[in-house]
């Protein structure tokens, strides 16, 4: 069986006019994390988007490749249930809702089982805990009232609950203060083992210093044009993107 988990090749896609990435290329192995950094307007984003599939983005040229699968052609929800989960920016408040039955909900239609209630309340009730969330935010509506940080906690606590096999977190640390950065990390490695990976788009490398990073990449004009371990973040925040924008692959 192969270890490849993502295969993104010559990835081209635009919204709606404009051409956003231009020949994108990623490999990811089950088990690791990779890191995606670049400056404002690079495409992190919506790399990120397209892999789920979000209608905003149109797929122009290439291939997305998941556990040996071209999911080209399969709808968002589709690819979730294949074992793919993102994270936002910004978390959408879904009132009549709450916390806990969205996610029980969730993980019904990801098995196709019935969800047995008092494993899943032990599970969530521990999972809660350990990201430092009160008990009451499970009866909670969906984010309504959060704030950013518990919010961000939330995304986190759906990635544990749904057991992924790869998450996507995009810039899940934006807007986070020291502490909360602490817990959602240490979230990340309750759920990161050798069966699944994480990717991970981010502006700062506050992130990734609980972390155990395998590939940095830095990302400009809609194309990777370098990758390296965590030494390159630590670099990028030393120096800045400027260095690397004139890069040619």
Known sequence: MSNKLLEIKDLYVQAEEKQIL??????????????????????????????????????????IIFK????????TDQRAKKGIFMSFQTPEE????????????????????PVKIFEFKKELEKNMEELNMKKEYATRDLNVGFSGGEKKKN????????????????????????????TVSKGINMFHNDKNSVLIITHSTKILENLKVDYVHILVDGRIIKTGDSSLAKEIEKNGYEAYKEVKN
């Open 155 to 182: 995304e986190i606590l759906q990635m544990l609950m749904l057991k992924p096999e790869l998450a996507i977190l995009d810039e899940t640390d934006s807007g986070l203060d020291v502490d909360a950065i602490k």
């Open 22 to 63: 231009k020949g994108l290329n990623l490999e990811i192995n089950f088990g690791e994390v990779h890191v995606i950094m670049g400056p404002n307007g690079a495409g992190k984003s919506t790399l990120a988007n397209v892999i789920l599939n979000n209608p905003a983005y149109t797929q122009t040229k290439g291939d």
């Open 68 to 75: 040996g699968e071209n999911i080209n052609n399969l709808k």
């Open 94 to 113: 879904i009132p009549g809702i709450s916390v806990q039955n969205f996610i029980k909900s969730a993980t019904n239609v990801k098995t196709g089982k």
